[in-house]
């Protein structure tokens, strides 16, 4: 295992958890929303506004195939599962880990989405987003840990049970 891949709707906490879970292994950590941001030199939502979400994904598929990482836990957009490229490229770099939580719960931690730069087409709502999601994440995943009500703590403790043993 050279990485651990981080996936899962909005508001799962892939970054708050890919952050703790790195300083608990000694890796390095990556936010490929972070990287998208960085290369363009555009927040997420300015980048979805100004050139669509079509072209934010291609945008987010080409950073995702560029990296190659060894013992990082890196976290992803939640909408690199509609690259099959991307996601196939994430594979072949390292173990899946789809942070599950409820649709509910998705909607209680998003509050504004108007900022967050979420991939939903217009007229799309947050329930149908997290529907047509739902089957992409599951196809990928390696492992999954529901997450929707427990303490960060407790999710890194079962993350940690559920990897393979790792060699510092």
Same mark, same amino acid.
């Given at each position: 295992? &050279? ?10 906490? &892939?970054?708050?958890? %890919? ?8 890796? &390095?950590?990556?936010? *490929? ?7 363009? %030199? ?7 506004? *100004? ?6 994904? &291609?945008? #987010? ?8 990482? @060894? ?5 992803? %957009? ?14 072949? #770099? ?8 409820? /649709? ?17 087409? @217009?007229?799309?709502?947050?329930? #149908?987003?997290?529907? #047509? ?8 995943? @390696?492992?999954?840990?529901? /997450? ?12 940690? @049970? ?7």
């Amino acid at each position: 295992m &050279k990485n651990i891949i981080i996936i899962g709707m909005p508001g799962a906490g &892939k970054s708050t958890l %890919g952050v703790i879970l790195a300083k608990t292994l000694g890796w &390095k950590f990556s936010d *490929t929303d972070l990287v998208l941001q960085e290369r363009t %030199g555009r927040l997420l939502q300015e980048v979805i506004d *100004t050139d669509g979400t079509d072209a934010f994904k &291609k945008i #987010e598929e080409q950073i995702v195939l560029s990296l190659h990482c @060894d013992n990082t836990v890196i976290a992803t %957009g939640g909408s690199v599962v509609f690259s099959e490229r991307a996601m196939e490229h994430l594979k072949s #770099e390292g173990i899946v880990l789809y942070l599950r939580i409820s /649709c509910d719960e998705m909607i209680r931690r998003l509050g504004n989405i108007t900022t967050r730069g979420i991939v939903l087409p @217009d007229g799309e709502s947050l329930p #149908e987003m997290y529907n #047509e999601r739902i089957p992409l994440y599951e196809r990928y995943a @390696d492992i999954t840990i529901d /997450c929707s009500s427990d303490p960060f703590e407790k999710v890194i403790s079962r993350v940690l @049970d559920k990897l393979p043993k790792i060699s510092k």
